[in-house]
């Protein structure tokens, strides 16, 4: 199935770094979009969730969410070797919103 | 913070054998979840609980598979036979509200089961 694409990686950028994390989808019904990081050996932490189309901000993250063209984006600003993680991007549809689909995750280094 | 804790962190069996994996939601959630994640694949749903019933399931969470809540506190999945392909990791989560609106899903840390 493959309804969230997700560019696995790694991505490797400098601390200090603007790092660029994108989800294409196929499934126009998808209104609710989020972004989850994960630690090795953690679960996936919710950190941005955005309601159909346009930007979020929340501090050094921005998610951006473009439904014309299925795709969404994370921002991360000035980056820091804490960001190094795994990133997921997850779905759901205004009729089955708790039902979660997720990309295969982009595993990002950031390097001091 | 509260959060959702699993036991265990890594459950070890044979194929054919039972497995139950314990997980405790946030205390005041009401909406439960298990998802599982087979190495190098994407996160998947399994099936989602609230009010005591499967709300939704998805085309993996077969007959083999259950979920309970036997105590105001546990919620449980429980795999009857297990598969070489049932190996992965499982992770557990709630959140709040009664569904009729998104509710952000808080996840566990994950149970690891290997299957021989």
């Known amino acids: 199935q493959k309804e969230v694409e997700q560019d696995p990686g790694p991505l490797s950028v400098p601390e200090g770094a603007i790092v660029s994390l994108n989800c294409t989808y196929s499934?126009?019904?998808?209104?609710?979009f989020m972004w989850y990081r994960q630690y090795s050996r953690k679960g996936p932490e919710l950190l941005m969730y955005?309601?159909?189309?346009g930007n979020k901000e929340d501090g050094r993250f921005t998610a951006q969410v473009d439904k014309s063209s299925k795709y969404i984006s994370l921002f991360i600003r000035d980056s820091q070797p804490s960001d190094s993680a795994t990133y997921l991007c997850a779905m759901s549809t205004l009729g089955n919103f708790n039902k979660f689909y997720f990309g295969s995750g982009t595993k990002l280094n950031v390097k001091p | 913070e509260p959060e959702v804790t699993q036991t265990p962190s890594h459950q070890v069996t044979q194929m054919g054998q039972e497995v139950i994996l314990r997980c405790v939601p946030i205390?005041?959630?009401?909406?439960f979840y298990w998802y599982r994640q087979i190495l190098g694949q994407k996160v998947e749903f399994l099936v989602s609980f609230y009010n005591n019933e499967i709300s939704e399931k998805s085309e993996i969470f077969d007959d083999q598979f259950s979920v309970e809540r036997p105590d105001g506190s546990n919620f449980t999945l429980k795999i009857r036979s297990t598969k070489l392909e049932d190996s992965a990791m499982y992770f557990c989560?709630?959140?709040?509200?009664?569904?009729?609106?998104?509710?952000?899903?808080?996840f566990g840390p994950g149970t690891r089961l290997t299957v021989l």
């Open positions: 955005t309601y159909s189309s």
């Open positions: 989560a709630s959140s709040q509200g009664d569904g009729r609106s998104y509710n952000e899903q808080f």
């Open positions: 205390s005041n959630h009401l909406y």
């Open positions: 499934n126009s019904a998808f209104q609710y």
